[in-house]
């Protein structure tokens, strides 16, 4: 079984049609992408923005806005980072002195006859993600001032309105619902789908290898098939030895080609690369089982079994939404459609399951998407099982 | 007991008919050439004795029990030189042999042993780190025969082992078989080329079309089909006369003069070359070269199978 196993991973890593589909393309791919779309360690978590706050003074406005900036710098999914100074001058101070170091603030903020306003470093020295924090924080301002706004208007009509708490609910909730939605939002890239719809295209190419190795295990292929089946291994080992070489391989090369993206394309996955890799096993299994079962399709030759693999990718890729705005359009617009597209989509799966490693704080979308990857490879497995146990053949 | 008991062995493919209550035996130590012209069913019988193809009659039995896919034990003791090279195109010489010898030891201190006297008698020692692809013809074919023997089997299978073979490697390829015969191996082989069949073999079947028509040893088969030897004598001019007195021997099957060459087919006999030439001296015909070969196998095999031209 042992020599099964090792022989087998040996000659897979010798064949160089293999090994190009599975690894070198890969990686291929992600240079283009890398070109194209630059590093990507802006995707990581939005961290807090680090501002300025002047202290505001007593009066109702005063007491108001530093409820606000309370409640959006506590909690678990705190937006602000606020230092409290006393003046505006000693607010410009500190911005501009930690201008140049690692940790700048994005501006300060001040209320100014009871309004609000954001003094932001020039927009010239910042990069992409501290430009998208001046938005929100300026969307965060110009909502409380709105707001503000309300409440005043409703004070000035109904005095007694501001004691009924629903009212108060109303003004405030909706404030802060469209902050967290800016957030979200905005936070992803365009481009991570395609890095992640990249692995989910990568994974399935490694199909191939559990596809050549299965070709190579059957009697009626060819002649070492054959001289195989006939040997006095038992059956059963030598099929678990190969698909355990065939995954072992493919695992192998997809878990480089992330490699190769986290540390040449800077998409990091901060911390969670465990995770990940979780997610590069279970993503090979598929394809392993995918491999497999193209190989159980009879009277068909392997050249054609391999046409079959290459277009369930492309055309799983699609919908992962791998080739671009118009198609990852189409690919929402179908998956609103028809969700089940999604859930049987092997590449859709592998990259959801990145995704929502990268944007979910909770495990239970990457478990269930896990969960989605493994039935699937479960239903592969079963539907070549009929095939891999013959060691009989009508001719061969 | 036999080591290996074939019984009305049918096998089809589709609509064609490719074993026809087919039956072998082979009793332990014999060398058994299976001899048939191609597409007679020689390389079927085989793979149905392996179990690596159904059939639709008979039994199987190897080593006094029945034989099934699954009879791992059974298997352990059977080596297999398949017809066609079937090896690993991107493992090395060593390794090929490592695999295969692999399917049937698992220790891999014995294995290494084995390894190492495969290479030996196959004389691949210079192209151990090769790949296949690198191999001539003659040394891929004793590749293809080094996997297949490599765990000392007690019968092993050559299925025409020296097809495109140069003649010094089909030479080393004969002789190794008889050192395995001569250490107790059991050798089923089979060939269209009759000269190689009735080098090694110690008993011969002639099979076509699926079935038996012949088997016996070398000289019982010769016997059997009352083939003697060929006489061919140049002489210059030959009355009509001598011709129909020489045709006329008991022993003469057929005898023909051309004009220069008088050519003469025996039964089985004794004085062949005596009586001919006894009548040639009657009639003061004195011939230029003589020249006499004791029948064949192919002469066997030839009458046995018809003389139509196979593909
Ligand atoms: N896979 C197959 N499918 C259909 N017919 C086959 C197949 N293999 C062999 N045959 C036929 O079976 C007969 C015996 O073939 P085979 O056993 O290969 O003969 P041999 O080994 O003596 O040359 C031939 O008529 C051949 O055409
Ligand atoms: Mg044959």
Known sequence: MWNTFKYTLLWLVRSPGIMVWSLLFPLVLTSVFIAMFGPLDDMAQLEPMRVVVVEPDDSVEGQAFK??????????????????????????????????????????????????????????????????????????????????????????????????????????????ATVQMQVTEGQPKESTRFYFALLGMAALFGGGV?????????????????????????????????????????????????????????????G???????????????????????????????????????????FASLFAGLYGQPTMELADTISATFPAADIINPATQISQAFYSIMYYDTAGPLAEHLGILCVMAILLFLVSASSLRRQRYASV | MNIVDVKNLVKRYGTTLALDHFNMEIAPGEVFGLLGPNGSGKTTAINCILQLLTYDKGSIELFGEKMSPTRYDLKRCIGVVPQNVAVF?????????????????????????????????????????????????????????????????????????????????????????????????????TSHYMEEVEEICSRIMIMDKGRTLAIGTNAQLKIMTGIGERIEVDVLEL?????????????????????????????????????????????????????????TLNDVFLEITGRDLRD
């Not at chain 1, 099929?239 to 394309?265: D, H, N, P, R």
């Not at chain 1, 193209?294 to 492309?314: D, M, R």
């Not at chain 2, 050559?158 to 003649?167: N, R």
């Open chain 2, 89 to 189: 195109e991107e493992l090395t010489v060593r390794e090929n042999i490592d695999y295969f010898c692999g399917l049937y030891i698992s220790d891999a201190a014995e294995r290494r042993a084995c390894v190492n006297d495969a290479i030996e008698f196959v004389g691949l020692q210079d192209y151990v780190k090769h790949r296949p692809k690198k191999l001539s013809g003659g040394l891929l074919r004793r590749l293809n025969i080094a996997c297949g023997i490599a765990h000392k089997p007690e019968l092993a299978f050559f299925d025409e082992p020296t097809v495109a073979v140069d003649p010094q490697s089909r030479a080393s390829i004969l002789q190794g078989i008889t050192a395995m015969s001569e250490r107790g191996t059991t050798v089923v082989y």
């Open chain 1, 272 to 314: 969670h690369e465990g995770a990940c890799l979780v997610v590069v096993a279970a993503a090979s299994l598929v394809a392993t089982a995918l491999g497999c079962a193209l190989s159980a399709i009879p009277h068909l030759p392997e050249e054609g079994k391999n046409g079959i693999l290459t277009g369930v990718v492309c």
């Open chain 1, 210 to 270: 559990g596809l050549a190795a299965c070709q190579r295990l059957k009697g009626n292929t060819s002649a070492l098939g054959a001289r195989r089946t006939i040997g006095a291994t038992s059956h059963a080992r030598a099929v678990a030895a190969t698909l355990a070489a065939s995954w072992l391989l493919s695992f192998a090369c997809l878990a480089v080609a992330f490699a190769y993206m986290e540390i040449a394309g800077g998409v990091s996955f901060a």
């Open chain 1, 67 to 176: 409820a606000f900036i309370d409640a959006t710098s506590e909690g678990d999914d705190l937006l602000l980072d606020p230092t409290f100074v006393a003046t505006a001058d000693e607010a410009a101070d500190l911005v501009r002195k930690n201008a140049d170091t690692d940790d700048p603030y994005i501006g300060y903020v001040t209320l100014e006859q009871g309004k609000p306003h954001a003094y932001v470093v020039g927009e010239i020295s910042m990069g992409g993600l501290e430009n998208l924090k001046c938005s929100i924080l300026a969307l965060m301002l110009d909502e409380y001032t709105a707001r503000a706004y309300l409440a005043e208007e409703l004070v000035s009509a109904d005095p007694a309105a501001l004691a009924d708490p629903t009212v108060m609910k109303a003004l405030f909730e909706p404030m802060e």
């Open chain 2, 239 to 295: 009355p009509e006369a001598a011709r129909a007195k020489v045709q006329g021997l008991d022993c003469v099957q057929s005898a023909d003069y051309d004009g220069h060459v008088l050519r003469i087919t025996c039964g089985n006999g004794q004085h062949n070359v005596s009586d001919v030439l006894g009548i040639l001296r009657t009639f003061d015909v004195t011939p230029g070269r003589i020249w006499a070969e004791p029948p």
